[in-house]
């Protein structure tokens, strides 16, 4: 168990510690203590204003558009959700290691807890058991059945790479599809 890093253990525990961080305050300490970009950005309403805003920048205004978010990304995603202009239609939206099946981020979100958005089409959650990021995946558990979720096999030194997300087929083809 030495050789062991936190990608080898979050995957051999993914079930039982996705159980006690939705039934004990472990995600908001992980949160806290972890993930400090998340923490920030839901802490502190002057940075998810200025994030929001700097994304919302470079938006289109209108047509259809696919939404490709991962990690922190996922969060500020959900958010800007509630910002698009109307005229915008998000026909795809992936997440991907995503934290947003913590009910300490998923309560502190600007929608105020795991609603589905109606305004988007389809929505792929890809997420790999030894990401730590990804602890609360399945989103399903929280978010409902209207969602797609792919379990990727991502290398452990590499379990929370973007680079390894967009990379397995299933996602790679379901973007590719929705861009055709």
């Known amino acids: 168990v030495e050789d062991e890093g936190l990608g080898d253990v979050v995957g051999k525990l993914q079930k039982q510690l996705s159980w006690l961080a939705n039934r004990s305050g472990l995600d908001e ?3 806290a203590a972890v993930f400090r970009d998340v923490a920030a950005y839901l802490d ?6 200025l994030v929001l805003t700097t ?3 470079s938006v289109p205004t209108s047509g259809p558009v696919v939404l490709v978010s991962h990690s922190l990304g996922t969060v500020v995603a959900m958010d800007l959700l509630t910002r698009l202009p109307e005229q915008l239609q998000v026909v795809q939206l992936v ?3 995503s934290p947003l099946g913590m009910d300490t981020v998923f309560k502190r979100l600007l929608s105020g807890g795991p609603h589905r958005p109606d305004r988007v ?3 792929l959650n890809a997420w790999c058991p030894a990401d730590a990021v990804a602890i609360g995946c399945p989103l399903r ?3 409902g059945d ?6 990727t096999n991502n290398p452990k030194d590499r379990a929370h790479s973007i680079e390894e997300y967009l990379a397995d087929r299933r996602v ?3 973007i590719g599809t929705t861009l055709h």
Do not use: K, M, N, S
């Open 44 to 49: 502190r309403d002057e940075i998810r204003q």
């Open 146 to 151: 209207r969602l797609t979720e792919v379990i």
């Open 141 to 143: 558990d929280d978010w």
């Open 29 to 31: 300490v992980l949160i």
């Open 172 to 174: 790679a083809d379901a």
């Open 55 to 57: 994304v919302l920048q």
């Open 95 to 97: 997440t991907a290691g």
């Open 121 to 123: 089409g389809d929505w």
